[in-house]
């Protein structure tokens, strides 16, 4: 089983930035697509980007296309968000996720963070 922790949400001024980091631990992740999600108050809950472990190619949501990166540190076993140009309808809580490629069909998601706060004050 592996553990995730999220850490770097705050209170951020709309047009701020933000870092948010996803420490896992308990496993090896060569072989994993660790990704981000949120889920704002009344919606449900929706992918932001994910990240192979091994190779870093990235998928991105288009509603934060261009100002939210995906990146990771694998000596760290860290992966990382970068939030830029934070809007208010960016706040919700964003969760890390671990996950193994179904095959042709997706990613099953079998590991996740407790989440981190963000909110964009107007």
């Known amino acids: 089983q592996v553990q995730l922790v999220e850490s770097g949400g705050g209170l951020v001024q709309a047009g701020g930035s933000l870092r948010l980091s996803c420490a896992a631990s308990?496993?090896?992740?060569?072989?994993?697509?660790m990704g981000w999600f949120r889920q704002a108050p009344g919606k449900e809950r929706e992918f932001v980007s994910s990240?192979?472990?091994?190779?870093?190619?990235?998928t991105t949501a288009g509603s934060v296309k261009g100002r939210f990166t995906i990146s990771r540190d694998n000596a760290l076993n860290t992966m990382y968000l970068q939030m830029n140009s934070l809007k208010p309808e960016d706040t919700a809580v964003y969760f890390c996720?671990?996950?193994?490629?179904?095959?042709?069909?997706?990613?099953?998601?079998?590991?996740w963070g407790q989440g981190t706060q963000v909110t964009v004050s107007s």
């Open positions: 996720a671990a996950g193994r490629f179904r095959g042709s069909s997706g990613v099953d998601w079998n590991d």
């Open positions: 308990g496993g090896t992740f060569s072989s994993y697509v």
């Open positions: 990240i192979r472990w091994s190779g870093g190619i990235t």
